[in-house]
């Protein structure tokens, strides 16, 4: 086990835990009814479960496949190719998988801005294709000939033209800088508040509000492509509806179901790494716990960095001798 830093709140597993973890994955040996897979994890290669998964379950599937970069993920590598036999990859599996989703279903599916065209060119054959967020990621290495990469793309698909999209629910709450009045007076479109003027505005799909997670969040591992809780809220409050059921194939460190039960959605996912497993049930576990999502309270998204401000002030107002450090709060 890495030696942390004493601040550090990334995950960490124990060898005493791995057995008692292991054991809460299911792998798929047989045709699986839905009740089977609810709030599962699967340790297990995406493309053995095709055969055992039912057909039309899924309300909505989040995707975060191995981008067309070489990179190792756990015991296994997976390495950088061409644009055409990149798409003939995507293509085994895709329209496998969209046999599981119900005919009004979404699809988001993540990717960098290399492996963007190849996944819209496969998407386009199967799906409908809706829109294409670009967030901002505030890392990245920096690049001595080139522009520094600090964003990726989602593709927000549907199944068909029924489909469910609820646009209050991911609202985002800004602070007002110049907020306009009416003729008497009253915030027009804003809320004052002591803690300054905020006014709720319609999602984009430009986002500049995440931060991915780093070593003093809580929700933080050593999966290198982890995605932050936040920006999956968005995709699952906006394209799903309580106990509805949410899908990974491509599970990781298990962020997708970790969101899913804290916001009462059921859920499975399928990874084949047993360490990211790990990393999932203890997740789900410790989301048992505490439900809360960083950025998003209140029923709302904050800007990033807001919150903390919010929270400085719930601090203070208290009057308690309590020592906040803001880094903690990661928004």
């Known amino acids: 086990m890495k030696e942390r830093a004493p601040r550090n709140q990334t995950l960490t597993i124990g060898a005493d835990e791995i057995e008692s973890l292991m054991s809460q994955t299911i792998r798929l040996s047989k045709i699986q009814s839905i009740s089977e897979l609810t709030n599962k994890v699967i340790n297990q290669d995406l493309l053995e479960c095709f055969d055992y998964l039912p057909n039309e379950f899924i309300d909505l599937m989040i995707i975060d496949p191995p981008y067309n970069l070489t990179k190792k993920y756990g015991e296994n590598k997976f390495s950088k190719t061409s644009d055409s036999n990149y798409e003939l990859w995507l293509d085994s599996w895709i329209p496998e998988i969209k046999k599981s989703l119900k005919k009004n279903a979404s699809l988001y599916v993540c990717c960098d801005w290399q492996s963007s065209k190849s996944i819209q060119t496969v998407l386009e054959k199967y799906f409908v294709i809706r829109n294409r967020i670009t967030w901002e990621r505030e890392k990245g290495r920096g690049a001595l000939s ?186």
């Not at 360490?275 to 904050?302: M, T, V």
Request: with cysteine; glycine share 4%.
């Open 146 to 331: 080139n522009w520094k990469n600090c964003s990726e793309d989602i593709w927000y698909c549907t199944v068909s033209d029924d489909y469910y999209f609820d646009v209050e629910s991911v609202k985002l709450k800004r602070k007002v800088i110049a907020p306009y009045r009416s003729a008497s007076g009253s915030p027009k479109d804003w809320e004052e508040t002591e803690n300054g003027n905020y006014r709720l505005t319609f999602p984009s799909n430009l986002w500049t509000d995440i931060s991915i997670p780093f070593w003093s969040m809580p929700e933080n591992t050593d999966h290198p492509t982890q995605k932050p809780e936040k920006l999956i809220a968005k995709l699952i409050l906006a394209s799903s509806k309580k106990d509805d059921f949410i899908f990974d194939p491509f599970l990781g460190s298990g962020t997708t179901c970790v969101v899913a039960k804290k916001l009462q959605r059921r859920f499975c996912g399928i990874e084949k790494e047993p360490e990211y497993c790990q990393y999932a049930i203890k997740r789900l576990e410790n989301a048992g716990i505490d439900d809360s999502i960083q950025g998003y309270h209140d029923g709302c998204f904050w800007e990033r960095n807001s919150l903390a401000e919010q929270n400085k002030s719930v601090v203070v107002s208290t009057k308690k001798k309590v020592e906040c450090d803001l880094s903690l709060f990661g928004e």
